[in-house]
């Protein structure tokens, strides 16, 4: 028979997840943190399309930006097309472990399960502050992608 504090304990740790076998570059610890903070500034600068169809229609147009896109999907089947799309289109591309994280910092309460980092707003302008903020993450974040996408592969 356990005490409270063991029930608490075991609910408040997080199930492993399950992710995809093709979610690769997948985002270590610390890029998925700045990969998400990154995704939370951009939907507060109202540049960021949420979800695949946004995502799909705006590679189309020829938008550019960082695409992030979440591991645990099921089934797999709806975003094995984005990646290669993103190849085609010259969008770096990351993973992160958790459909619902990436909702939380896109600011939505539906899991999502890609959204796509503009570089600069789709209508209007930012404050310039503002703007320089979120490119230099951005510029950080894209470099990190980089550079882990081409120890991969």
Same mark, same amino acid.
């Given at each position: 028979?356990?005490?409270?504090?063991?029930?608490?304990?075991?609910?408040?740790?997080?199930?492993?997840?399950?992710?995809?076998?093709?979610?690769?570059?997948?985002?270590?610890?610390?890029?998925?943190?700045?990969?998400?903070?990154?995704?939370?500034?951009? /939907?507060? $600068?109202?540049?960021? &399309? *949420?979800?695949?169809?946004? @995502?799909?229609?705006?590679?189309?147009?020829?938008?550019?930006? #960082?695409?992030?896109?979440?591991?645990?999907?099921?089934?797999?089947?709806?975003?094995?097309?984005?990646?290669?799309?993103?190849?085609?289109?010259?969008?770096?591309?990351?993973?992160?472990?958790?459909?619902?994280?990436? /909702?939380? $910092?896109?600011?939505? &309460? *539906?899991?999502?399960?890609? @959204?796509?980092?503009?570089?600069?707003?789709?209508?209007?302008? #930012?404050?310039?502050?503002?703007?320089?903020?979120?490119?230099?993450?951005?510029?950080?974040?894209?470099?990190?992608?980089?550079?882990?996408?081409?120890?991969?592969?």
């Amino acid at each position: 028979m356990g005490s409270d504090s063991e029930n608490k304990k075991s609910v408040e740790r997080k199930k492993p997840m399950a992710v995809a076998p093709i979610a690769k570059p997948l985002a270590g610890k610390n890029l998925c943190k700045r990969t998400l903070k990154l995704v939370r500034r951009a /939907a507060e $600068a109202k540049s960021l &399309k *949420r979800g695949l169809k946004e @995502v799909v229609k705006s590679v189309r147009r020829g938008h550019k930006g #960082l695409c992030v896109i979440a591991g645990n999907i099921s089934p797999i089947d709806v975003i094995t097309h984005v990646p290669i799309l993103l190849e085609e289109a010259d969008i770096p591309y990351i993973y992160v472990p958790s459909k619902e994280d990436l /909702a939380v $910092a896109g600011v939505t &309460k *539906r899991p999502t399960c890609c @959204v796509l980092v503009l570089t600069k707003p789709t209508k209007g302008e #930012l404050v310039q502050e503002v703007q320089e903020k979120l490119q230099a993450d951005y510029n950080q974040v894209v470099a990190d992608v980089k550079e882990l996408t081409t120890s991969l592969f």
